[in-house]
């Protein structure tokens, strides 16, 4: 099956359609009528019309979840660190910051830090990696060569 082509319909919509929306909507357009215009789905305008109707407003609502631990100024103290350390764990960070933070901060979170920094995990290395005569000799290995080892177990 083919991949479907990127639809109009996942993006968010703006202001203005909002307002077009409500607009057809009160002219009496059906939500089929009106997602067929605007080429959105039927659920995204009754679910526009739907805020409408509860709550008079069709703005986003901003501040959902929970507020952030940490201000701008912290995140890039924690980012900072992880570039020096370039190998430390979360928690790790998470004791070298504290400190300069002034309140504790979950190693859950040093970890989203990080990755909204691009920063994603390190970890040391705990095996020396193959040369590359080792990688092809690995992959050159025959099936009699695996029976053997396979035997001496």
């Known amino acids: 099956m083919p991949l479907r082509p990127f639809r ?3 993006e968010q ?3 203005f359609e909002r307002g ?3 607009g057809m909507m009160e002219a009496g357009w059906s939500a089929r009528r009106v997602a067929r215009q605007l080429g959105r789905s039927d659920s995204v305008v009754r679910r526009c019309w739907d805020q409408w109707m509860r709550e008079m407003s069709f703005t986003r609502s ?3 979840g929970c507020p952030r631990q940490t201000s701008r100024r912290e995140d890039r103290h924690i980012i ?3 570039r020096v350390q370039l190998t430390a764990s979360s928690a790790t960070i998470q004791a070298q910051v504290a400190p300069a933070v002034g309140h504790p901060v979950s190693s859950r979170t040093i970890r989203r830090r990080l990755a909204e920094g691009h920063l994603g995990s390190r970890c040391p290395l ?3 990696p193959l040369t590359p005569t080792q990688c ?4 050159n290995w025959t099936a009699a060569e ?3 080892v396979m035997l001496h177990l």
């Open 126 to 128: 705990r095996v020396l």
């Open 146 to 148: 695996w029976k053997r």
């Open 136 to 139: 092809r000799a690995r992959g």
């Open 13 to 15: 919509l703006s202001q």
């Open 62 to 64: 901003s501040g959902l």
């Open 8 to 10: 109009r319909e996942c």
């Open 80 to 82: 900072r660190n992880t």
């Open 20 to 22: 077009r929306i409500i």
